[in-house]
């Protein structure tokens, strides 16, 4: 059973968010769940998330979910605009509204620490070296 796409290919939102995702050394995009996913051996970032209210699934399209350095992780969770998304929350991914006023060299840092986690000693080597 596929999933239904769950997002706007013309959103300008996503259309920078995947400039920054696939800048990164062999990062790629592909549709989970419904969602763009970018990733190289694991995922690093997907667009799009959802939190769970009262049995309820509320959307978030236009968000980032990130996995941030676990330090990083709690001072997100204090801000108004992240969130713990649905399912992928209690393994360490935060959300990140993107409709609230976005600074995007903040959130270019925030793919950088999940691509960093997630991508391998040798792709990270790559970044390192520019």
């Given amino acids: 059973m596929s999933h239904p796409i769950m997002f706007d290919e013309d959103d300008p939102l996503l259309a920078r968010v995947r400039d920054l995702a696939l800048a990164f050394p062999d990062a790629a995009e592909k549709i989970s769940h419904g969602i763009p996913a970018f990733y190289t051996t694991k995922i690093f970032a997907y667009y799009g998330g959802s939190i769970k209210v009262g049995g309820v699934y509320q959307r978030h399209d236009q968000s980032l979910l990130?996995?941030?350095d676990p330090e990083e992780r709690q001072a997100?969770?204090?801000e108004e605009r992240c969130y713990l998304p649905a399912y992928l929350g209690p393994y360490g991914w935060?959300?990140?509204d993107l409709t609230a006023g976005t600074d995007w060299d903040e959130i270019r840092e925030l793919l950088?620490?999940?691509y960093r986690r997630t991508a391998g000693a040798r792709r990270v080597a790559r970044l390192d070296k520019g």
């Fill in 66 to 68: 990130v996995f941030p």
């Fill in 76 to 78: 997100l969770l204090e």
């Fill in 94 to 96: 935060v959300g990140v």
């Fill in 112 to 114: 950088d620490a999940s």
